[in-house]
Nanobody, 117 residues
Framework: QVQLAESGGGLVQPGGSLRLSCAAS????????MGWYRQAPGKERELVAT???????NYADSVKGRFTISRDNTKKTVYLQMNSLKPEDTAVYYC???????????WGQGTQVTVSS
């Protein structure tokens, strides 16, 4: 069993920064993809950024140049550094883990990010 726990969300003014963390507990092997998704009220959940166990990253066009995803495999933690935040970034952010060779998905409970003046 794998459990994901997000932290770091909160209220921030436009142009500000936040760092989200997601810690994985339980058994986790090297070949996997971790990432962040977000869901705003009335909208579908969308991919924000992903990172493989080898360090390859992928970003949504809307966050390129502003967000940076990283991971610490020893600590089994993935991070999302969010800079130059905009009101449209407001959403619940969910941590995600995909076990490549097992085809199993895991989701965190979500953390609220609100960008408002």
């Amino acid at each position: 069993q794998v459990q994901l726990a997000e932290s770091g969300g909160g209220l921030v003014q436009p142009g500000g920064s936040l760092r989200l963390s997601c810690a994985a507990s339980g058994s986790m092997y090297g070949f996997n993809t971790m990432g962040w998704y977000r869901q705003a009220p009335g909208k579908e959940r969308e991919l924000v950024a992903t990172i493989t166990s080898g360090g390859s990253t992928n970003y949504a066009d809307s966050v390129k140049g502003r967000f940076t995803i990283s991971r610490d495999n020893t600590k089994k933690t993935v991070y999302l550094q969010m800079n130059s935040l905009k009101p449209e970034d407001t959403a619940v952010y969910y941590c995600h883990l995909y076990r490549t060779y097992l085809g199993v998905n895991y989701w965190g409970q979500g953390t609220q990010v609100t960008v408002s003046s």
